[in-house]
Every structure is written in structure tokens, then in C-alpha cells.
């Protein structure tokens, strides 16, 4: 239950005093997670790599897969931080990134109150490597939305250093300064995306393919929470789409590619839960950007209930993980800190 009264004191203080209390808000969910101990899904599985890349060299991390990740144990190595320094370390670029957004904000606390319940959880809470990527193409979000090519280009090159399934979303510089019609959109992303991701005959592709295809791997709670994101989509192309080009210019071509991808989750889930689960992480920062500008737009002003709708059916679908998930009561639960001194181990692990 602490994840939910978290959550709704977030959902409080984003209708009552959103101004004031973003800052206090974002350092607590920063500590919160950066120092949390045995809690998420893959604790033990980055313990693993912080022992097995002990001995490296810098040649070693530096021509790895993922050329920007492994680098970073060899820097904890050299320094003698202990493993748990690596959530602190990795909680940074992504709580920077949604910052980044989040200022731009009219409501920021709301923004980062509708991420917390999915996408923090699941990812610098857990999955910490591609956390650090999703971060970092919150910059590159930033970067389409100011028609910056190039930089949008070079921040995505170097999310996909941390984890190679950022690689993709390359293509969407296509798209930058571009007058988009959702139809166009979708047109280009069905053939393109699905094309560039499962043929462009890379090693990460390739890899990809054999990890997830045609295996018995799941991601658990994938229709759930791209389910979210599919009404989302929807719900903006039929309601929203012509005001916010109207109210939002300059981010609406952004926005319109991202409701659509947003919609094409589910067909991708369907494929693979888990490339599809994978790629909806990415989508979740402009999702909490559409639902936390519902309020200022004419149609919904006067619709108070329109505010709370999305925090009503996040707080359903925490609800409904808390309670009926293996995976989060083994995960999640207990919460546990070493911000006030380091924990024993819950489950006899040697550190």
C-alpha cells in the first residue's frame, strides 16, 4: 500500500499546489528510488553483472554490445563503490530527463505524478539500463519538439549506447519540422518501424529475435499497461488532435507520431510482450504529457472529473498489480532503504 498512498499524494498536491511542491517531490522520488535496497524485479540480476565485469578492462567495457553501459561498472570497480551505488548513479539521467520535460509543463507535479505509478516503477526501480536510455530520449523528445535534427539524432545514438532497443526511435527524425497528418503517420510507421527493427539485420536485432520470439518469455502485466497507452493514443486522435495543433504547435507532430505509437503497442504485444512492453516505456513520458494537459484545454475545463479520470484508472491499474502480481509482492514488497545505513540482505545474498 505504500506505492499507492505515494501515488495518490502525488495526484493531491498535483490539483492543489502543483507549483510549489515539484521540486520537493522530484528529490523525494529521486531518494526513493536511488537508494532503495533489494527492492525491483532485476536488483540481483545487475548484482550479477557488477561481479561478473569485475575483472574488465576499459577495452573490455568500452567494446561491449552496449558500449555506454558497461563502462560504468569498470568506473565503480576502479573507484570501490559498492554495487548498490549503481541505482544512485543510474536514477540520475532518467529523473533528469523527466525533469527536463516536466518543466515544460503547465502542471508539473501532475506529469510526474502520472508517471510514477508504471513507468517509474518499472524502470529505475527496476530495469535500471534501459531506464538510463528512456532518460536520455526525453532530451531527444525535447530536441524534436525544438526541430533540432541533429541533436535529437546524437541523443538517440547515445541512449541506444546503454540499451539498443532505443535504436528505432532514429526514425523519427524522418518527422522533425514536418506538417503531419495522423493518417501519414501512421501510414509511415506501420511499414517503416516494423521494417527498420526486425530486418535492418543487426546484432541487437537479431539478438532481440532470438530472445523473444517464438519463446515461452512473457512480460507480465504487457496488455495491461499497453492497454493504457492504446486508449490514450485513441482517445487523443479522436478528441484532442485538432486542439492541441491549434494550442500546441510546435510539439503537436511529436505528440501525433506518439499517440499512434501508442496505438500500435498492442498489435506489437500481440507479436512479442515483451518488444512490445519494451517499447511502451519509451512512449509512457509523452503518454503523462497528454493526460496532465487534459484540464487546460476549452473542451475539458469545465469537466472536473476529466482532471481525475487518470489518476482514477492509474491507481486502478496499481491496484490491480499490488494485489494480484507475484512479481510485485516478491519485488516490490517490502520497501526497504539503506539512506539510513545499509540493510542486511532479505534473502541471504552475499555483497
Known sequence: ???????????????????????????????????????G???????????????????????????????????????GLEYQWLNVVAAIPFFAGIHAIARREPNPTAFLALVFPILI???PMSAIRQSVAIGIICYAYLAFVDRKTIRYVILVLIAAGFHTSALPFVILALFIGRELSWRMVASALVVVVPAVFLFAGSDSAQIAAQRYLGTDIEASGAYLRTGTLAITGLAYLLLLNRSWREKHPRSHPLVLIASVLMIMTIPLVIFSTVIGDRYAYYIMPLQATILARLPYFEQFRDKPVIAWLPYIALVGVLLVWSLLSSHFSHCYAPYLTWLFGTQESRLGIFY
Request: with cysteine; aromatic share 20%; net charge positive.
Open 1 to 39: 500500500m505504500l506505492y499507492i498512498a505515494i501515488f495518490l499524494v502525488l495526484a493531491v498536491l498535483a490539483q492543489s499546489r502543483p507549483k510549489e511542491t515539484y521540486v520537493p517531490a522530484l528529490v523525494a522520488l529521486y531518494l526513493f528510488v536511488a537508494f532503495r535496497w533489494e527492492v
Open 41 to 79: 524485479c532485476d536488483w540481483h540480476g545487475y548484482l550479477y553483472q557488477y561481479r561478473f565485469w569485475q575483472g574488465d578492462t576499459l577495452k573490455d567495457a568500452l567494446f561491449s554490445r552496449e558500449p555506454l553501459w558497461r563502462p560504468i561498472f569498470f568506473l565503480q570497480h576502479q573507484i
Open 121 to 123: 516503477l518499472n524502470m
